[in-house]
Each structure stands twice: as structure tokens, then as C-alpha cells.
């Protein structure tokens, strides 16, 4: 699953899930990222109300959702 994928790569590499973002276009990006403690970011439409999962933030595309991504961090360097 994409989720054991994520876990074994944080591992091999020695990544902090909880400080990344998983950000895509499909249910099974916010599903993976949510069931390793990443934060997530869902490109497009709404996921349906029966998924009872939401991502941390929508984003209408890529560059959308890169903007959040470098505003959080940005706030966290400055503690603004």
C-alpha cells in the first residue's frame, strides 16, 4: 500500500513523517499521508463526506499547494 511505501522509505532514509507533506490529486494521497501522521494536501475536488477523512488543507493545484507548504514553513522560521 501507499502507506507502507511511505513508512519504509521514512525509515531507509530517516524521515519524520509527521514533519511531511503527502499532496495529490487522489483519496489514496490523504488516506496514506493521514494514516502515517504526514500533514496532506488534497489537489482538487472535495473527497466525498463518506471517506469521514479530510486532508489538512484543499489546494486548486500544485503551485496552489506549494504556497501553503512554504507560508507554514515560512511562519514556523519566524515564529509568526
Do not use: C, M
Request: net charge positive; proline share 2%; aromatic share 6%.
Amino acid at each position: 500500500t501507499l502507506s507502507n511505501s511511505l513508512l519504509k522509505t521514512a525509515k531507509k532514509h530517516i524521515i519524520s513523517l509527521s514533519d511531511s507533506w503527502v499532496i495529490g490529486e487522489s483519496d489514496k494521497f490523504v488516506l496514506a499521508g493521514r494514516e502515517v501522521n504526514a500533514k496532506t494536501i488534497k489537489i482538487g475536488s472535495r473527497l466525498p463526506k463518506t471517506l469521514k477523512v479530510e486532508p489538512h488543507y484543499y489546494a486548486a493545484n500544485i503551485r496552489e499547494a506549494t504556497g501553503y507548504v512554504q507560508g507554514i514553513l515560512t511562519k514556523k522560521e519566524t515564529g509568526r
